[in-house]
C-alpha cells in the first residue's frame, strides 16, 4: 500500500532491515508492531517492501510521537528480540518531510 | 544493500511505487537511472526493495542536489515514460534526515 498525500511538514522512520535465517517468531511480532503502531498518538501510516532487504517506512505527525513509541515497552522488548535473533543488520534514519509529489493513474 | 551510517543532516527521496503491467523498458531505465544517479554531485547512496510495493530511497547531501538531478534531462525523460508507461501510482517524498541509528550482528 502507498500512503496518499499527507501535508508536511511531518516525520518519515526509514527502517532498513536485513534479516538472519532465524525467523522463529519475526513475522507474528512484526504484524503485532504495526497493529500497535497504529494505535500510538500521531501515526500517520506505513509503507513496506522487502526483496534481498527491507525497508519500512512508516510516519509520524512529530519527533515526540516517535520517541513516544520508541519507548513503547512492547516495543522496546521486540527490539531486543529482533537484534538477538531475527536482524543481521539493519539503519533507522528519522526524517523531517519537507515536500512531497504525487502521481495515480 | 543497506546504507551505513552517514552524518546528518543530509536528505532522503522516499519514492514508492506501484507498476502497471506494461514494464516493457521499466528494468533497463531503472538501472540506467540508477547509475546516472551516481555520478551526480551531492549523491549520497541508494536502497530499494519491491514486493507489491517498490520503495526506492536515494540519499543526498542537500536539496540542491536532489533539485540538480530532477532537472537532468535523461532523468525527465525517464519520468514522462514511467506516468505514460511504468506507474500505476506513485509517491515521492523529500525529507531531511535528523538523526540515524544502526545495528550490526
Known sequence: MILDSLEPPYYAV??????????????????RMETLAKQQ???????????????????WKDVESIL???QNIEHTEAREMGRKKWYKQ???RICKVEREYGFTK
Open 14 to 31: 526509514i527502517f532498513t532491515t536485513i534479516l538472519t535465517n532465524d525467523l522463529n517468531g519475526y513475522k507474528e511480532t512484526a504484524e
Open 41 to 59: 498518538l500521531g501515526y500517520l501510516g506505513i509503507e513496506h517492501a522487502r526483496d534481498e532487504v527491507g525497508i519500512t517506512v512508516s510516519y
Open 68 to 70: 513516544n513509541w520508541k
Open 90 to 92: 539493519y539503519q533507522l
